[in-house]
């Protein structure tokens, strides 16, 4: 119930192009889903963020989909570049004070030029 | 000015030893956090601590030990260290709002290698 699954594990994209990665939760209490970018030898660093009440968030390149029923919800990395090559971390959390923060297992970009 | 700052960056040690990891934020956060991240990049949250209240993720074992001096620090304690600890442990802070989760902030990681 505290699990957040990540998909895919890797994903090597083209400069230019779209980079999509999914995850799924399973307990409905969950009511903050970030997703954070993680470069070698650095902390993760949140992205962006959303709460289960809007569908899509939008940043710059970067747009979250959000699919309550579905328990999904996505991260779409629009005109993708080599600098975005990271890790990425989606989470979700309940309440409180974040002892509940669960991260998904991750998903290594490559974006080549 | 570094957000949340983490000392050492790297910590090589024998195992049985006993280590500690600093961290301090200086946000005005009054939430922190210490991870393990594993070799394999999974994070796992090991502690939230918050006005004194400290939430301990049960499967970390009680050689870990945090401890707060004051809002701005929690420092990471842990004895008999065992090959497994080898890790990359980061600690994070953030604004606590009962009911409203807000963004942690992550320092850059202490790289621990257990020999």
């Known amino acids: 119930q505290q699990q957040v699954k990540q998909s895919p594990q890797s994903l090597i994209v083209q400069k230019g192009g779209i980079s999509i990665i999914n995850c799924a939760y399973e307990n409905t209490a969950f009511d903050y889903f970030p997703w954070y970018q993680q470069f070698p030898g650095k902390g993760p660093a949140l992205l962006i963020a959303?709460?289960?009440?809007?569908s899509e968030k939008k940043e710059g390149r970067f747009t979250i989909s959000f699919n309550k029923s579905a328990k999904q919800f996505s991260l779409h990395i629009m005109d993708s570049q080599p600098g975005d090559s990271a890790t990425y971390f989606c989470a979700a959390s309940r309440g409180n004070y974040g002892q509940n923060f669960v991260f998904g297992p991750g998903t290594r970009l490559s974006v080549l030029p | 000015d570094t957000a949340v700052s983490q000392t050492p960056k790297y910590l090589v040690t024998q195992m049985g030893n006993d280590k500690s990891i600093k961290c301090e934020q200086n946000l005005g956060h009054d939430t922190m956090y210490w991870y393990k991240q594993d070799s394999k990049k999974f994070l796992k949250i090991m502690f939230s601590?918050?006005?004194?209240?400290?939430?301990i993720n049960e499967t970390v074992p009680n050689r870990f030990s945090p401890k707060s001096p004051d809002k701005a620090h929690l420092n990471l304690h842990i004895n008999s260290l065992e090959l497994g600890d080898s890790a990359v442990y980061f600690c994070a802070s953030s604004s606590a709002d009962r009911g409203s989760n807000q963004p942690q902030h992550f320092g850059d990681g202490t790289r621990l290698s257990i020999l």
């Open positions: 601590y918050n006005n004194k209240e400290l939430i």
């Open positions: 959303i709460r289960p009440d809007v």
